[in-house]
């Protein structure tokens, strides 16, 4: 865990306020825009596509001195730290990272005084420097700068105070750092993904859950294989997971608990219960219910209790999906004869549909920004798209047969699960932004299917 983590400095501060033992960098003076040369802003766009993204300098970060630390030394670990930050931003499609093998070392007095017209022969616009530090606490420190190549000033600045064992979380902050403050978007690269791990012949899968940060790192499972598990969801607090597991043959919806690694069943001696998901405050568990031959949506508290009934339809009402703001939850519906997208108070009041394109439309899921809806389209292929909650703007981002978006905490990358034809049943997860433009595989150690996007950590 982070023990203390400083963020956001100011930009002003000459020498950095988390520079501990050793003495910070000297502090370099802005120079000036260039004579008769005016310095345009130096950002992302983020919207339509990006038809050339930013080269962006990351070399190693260096150390004023090399010590041991149970993560490695800090000499290697300003190399690793690099890596980290150049992965995150090139996946993100919006940069091209020149890494540091294609750049000379950086001493550690030059954090705070870059070369600028060596980083401009670079061809970089934007170059990001640090330092990595180990304390006497036993803590690291790491400082992380961005830096304006053409115009030659700072945009910004941050430090990070880790535990040896949370390294690559401050790698992830400063890409973080990087991407809102060029793009003007929140940040997304230090959060998890748990997920439903998959291994076996097709018809006796064994699924797992598991959980790793958002590029496939820190992979570690759940449980263990011996009752199969599906659609899982974080809690906002991310201190526990609600999933659908079929233990003792019977689907059921439990909570795990991720610090006594302990699930408790949601509801007790109910019928067949599954589609679990938190409201944004955390204080309810929506669901969806089988009984008498009609299935219908549920809330009930997180601690447990009766469920209150919020869908009466004759028909199979699921996958429902709270907006951001806990007032409406959108869910699927085949009352009209075929999975259609609808949406409704959080009471269940107000009931309408909102889909009407061709085709059926599954998993629905409300963009944390609250502007977007995700679903699966159905009909020939399965896709990913997004609609605005009142249905317009329907549009579609990915061409495989692609299930289960997920959205990411800045609500810019949906993350999905692609399975593949031919191949048995595998399947494995995925990433796409709002463009469609941009998609990548995320690695993980088996198959994987149900993604489930957490918050930002704290």
Not at 99 to 104: I, K, M, N, V
Not at 273 to 297: C, E, H, K, V
Not at 355 to 362: D, E, L
Request: aromatic share 8%.
């Amino acid at each position: 865990m982070i023990r203390s983590l400083l963020i956001a400095l100011s930009v002003t501060t000459a020498v950095p306020a988390f520079a501990q033992d050793a003495p910070a960098p000297a502090p370099q003076q802005q120079p000036a825009t260039p004579a008769g040369q005016e310095a345009a802003p130096l950002e992302v766009s983020v919207t339509g596509g990006v038809s050339a993204p930013m080269p962006i300098a990351i070399p190693a970060m260096p150390t004023a001195q090399v010590v041991s630390t149970p993560a490695g030394a800090t000499d290697v670990l300003g190399r690793q730290m690099a890596e980290i930050i150049a992965n995150d931003l090139k996946n993100s499609g919006l940069f091209t990272p020149l890494g540091a093998g294609q750049l000379r070392p950086v001493g550690f007095q030059e954090v705070n005084a870059p070369a600028f017209d060596y980083w401009g022969g670079t061809g970089a616009q934007a170059l990001v420097q640090g330092f990595v530090r180990a304390t006497g606490d036993g803590n690291l420190t790491i400082g992380c700068y961005l830096y304006d190549v053409f115009s030659k000033v700072e945009l910004t600045r941050s430090g990070f105070v880790v535990s040896p064992s949370d390294w690559r979380r401050a790698g992830h902050k400063c890409a973080d750092m990087v991407y809102a403050r060029l793009t003007g978007e929140g940040p997304y690269f230090d959060s998890r993904v748990v997920y439903v791990s998959e291994t076996g012949p097709k018809g006796k899968r064994v699924k797992r859950l598991a959980i790793m940060d958002q590029d496939g790192a820190n992979h570690r499972f759940l449980t263990n294989g011996q009752s199969i598990v599906l659609t899982p969801r974080f809690a906002p607090n991310q201190q526990s997971i609600v999933y659908m597991s079929y233990e003792n043959d019977k689907p059921s919806i439990y909570v795990y608990d991720l610090g006594s690694g302990r699930p408790r069943r949601v509801v007790q001696n109910a019928a067949l219960t599954f589609a679990p998901r938190f409201s944004p405050d955390g204080r309810w568990i929506l669901f969806s219910m089988a009984q008498g031959g009609n299935t219908d949506i549920y809330r009930v508290s997180a601690q447990g209790g009766t469920p209150q009934r919020l869908t009466s339809s004759p028909g199979i009402d699921t996958g429902g999906s709270y907006s951001p703001d806990g007032a409406r939850i959108v869910f699927e519906s085949d009352r009209s004869g075929g999975q259609q997208i609808y949406v409704m108070n959080a009471d269940g009041s107000g009931q309408q549909r909102i889909s009407f394109g061709g085709g059926r439309y599954a998993t629905p899921v409300w963009s944390p920004r609250g502007d977007l809806i995700a679903f699966t389209k159905l009909g020939g292929a399965f896709r990913i798209g997004t609609m605005s909650p009142s249905g317009g703007g329907e549009k579609i981002l990915t061409g495989g047969q692609d299930e289960g978006p997920s959205w990411s905490p800045n609500g810019r990358v949906i993350t999905f699960y692609r399975s593949g034809q031919g191949s048995g049943g595998k399947a494995d997860l995925w990433m796409v932004d709002l463009t469609g433009q941009v998609e990548r595989r995320i690695p993980t150690p088996l198959d994987g299917s149900d993604p489930a996007w957490g918050p930002l950590r704290p």
